[in-house]
């Protein structure tokens, strides 16, 4: 049974998010013990909101394996231009992110795999400066990947002093 929790527009966005969202980002590998206990807390409670990214272990894997059936009920936030699995991809900013176009639409095919997913809600680049962001022209990517349909919404994971000027 399904209990309700405050929701609230999302910043700019047309979604109705809970207050309390359940974030991705964990210290280690989760296990499949772990994960379904999170899992189930989450339908239990009602969160709807899911902030999650490529390079957050495996919980994009287990959002697939164990949310898919319920994936409806959910906004799904994910982030691109992180190495993920393959440490091929790690390095190339101070954030330690690969911040190329090849990169972010790479990270995006692979997220919409692993969480069995059409498209996500929110893209956000992955703690990036603005000037990094407008130098890669990642603002240009972020609306291709909207257009292409893969995503509704973009964001941005930043901090001071960025946010301002991501706010514009």
């Not at 990214?53 to 949310?67: K, P, R």
């Not at 990270?107 to 990094?132: K, N, P």
Request: overall charge negative.
């Amino acid at each position: 049974m399904s209990k309700s929790l405050p929701k609230s527009r999302l910043g700019r966005t047309d979604l109705l998010v809970t207050r309390l969202g359940y974030g991705a980002a964990h210290n280690k590998t989760q296990t499949i013990y772990n994960a379904k206990k999170i899992h189930d807390a989450i339908l239990t409670y009602g969160i709807n909101y899911i902030d999650t990214a490529d390079d957050y272990g495996n919980s994009e894997d287990l959002i697939g394996e164990y949310l898919s059936e319920h994936i409806s009920k959910f906004y799904i936030a994910t982030k691109c231009g992180a190495g993920g699995q393959d440490p091929r991809y790690f390095g190339g900013s101070p954030s330690g992110h690969i911040l190329t176009r090849e990169n972010c639409m790479r990270t995006l095919e692979e997220s919409l795999r692993r969480m069995r997913l059409e498209y996500v809600d929110i893209m956000q680049i992955h703690s990036i400066s603005a000037s990094e962001c407008e130098s890669n022209g990642l603002v240009e990517v972020l609306d291709d990947m909207k257009k292409q349909g893969k995503v509704r919404w973009i964001g941005a994971s930043t901090s001071i002093p960025d946010i301002a000027t991501f706010l514009e």
